[in-house]
C-alpha cells in the first residue's frame, strides 16, 4: 500500500490527505478510481469558488471539511460506504504524550488526517503511526516521519508544531449508518 503523491494527480496536500485517508481505511482506490476522485473534488471547488483560494492558500480546517464532504458526495455517487469525520482534540488540553497516545488508540479503526507546521511549510498528511520515537505519516509529499525530540503541540517550543485542533479522526459509515468505530477519545474526568 503507497500513498498517492502530490505531483502524479496535483499538488493540493489537503486533496490528497483525505483521499490517502480512505486509502487507510481500506477503500479500494486504484490510481484510475483515485484520479476520478481527485477531479471531482477539484471540479467541485472550483464550482463553490474555492479552486483559487486553495492553490494560493492552502487549506484551513474549513476548507478541509469542505474536501471531507466533498469525498464524501462522491462516495455516495460510487454507493462505498460515507465517512464521519470529527476533530477530537479540538478544545482539549492534554499533552503531547497524551495526545499522541490517543492518536495511537484511535488509528486502529479510523484514520487521522494532521496538520504540521515550521517557518518553511504548513502541511496536511495522513497519521501512520508512532515507532522508534518517530511520529510516521501516510504522505503525499514526501514527509515519511518527524522524530518525537522534534515536534511539539505548542507553538515556537520545537520546529515542528503539531496544529492539534486540525487534526481530523476518520471513519467509515456503512449502509446500516453505523460506523467503523466512533472517533472517541479516553478522556480525563473535569
Known sequence: MK???????DR??????GINS??????????KKAQALYDYVIDQLECYSSFFDVAEN??????????????NDYLKTTKQ?????????????LSF???VNQMEQLKFDNSLIVRVKCKEWDHYSVYKGLSNNKL???DSDGMPSINMNSISHKKGEKKYQLMTRNIYCINK???DNTASKVCKLNRKPD
Request: proline share 7%; hydrophobic share 40%.
Open 3 to 9: 500513498p498517492f503523491k502530490q505531483g502524479a494527480l
Open 12 to 17: 493540493f496536500c489537503s486533496v490528497y490527505s
Open 22 to 31: 480512505l486509502v487507510m481505511l481500506g477503500y479500494d482506490l486504484p490510481q
Open 58 to 71: 492552502g487549506a484551513d480546517y474549513k476548507r478541509l471539511e469542505q474536501i471531507l464532504t466533498f469525498i
Open 81 to 93: 460506504p460515507q465517512i464521519k469525520f470529527m476533530r477530537p482534540f479540538y478544545n482539549n488540553k
Open 97 to 99: 504524550d497524551e495526545i
Open 136 to 138: 510516521r505519516f501516510f
Open 173 to 175: 459509515v456503512y449502509l
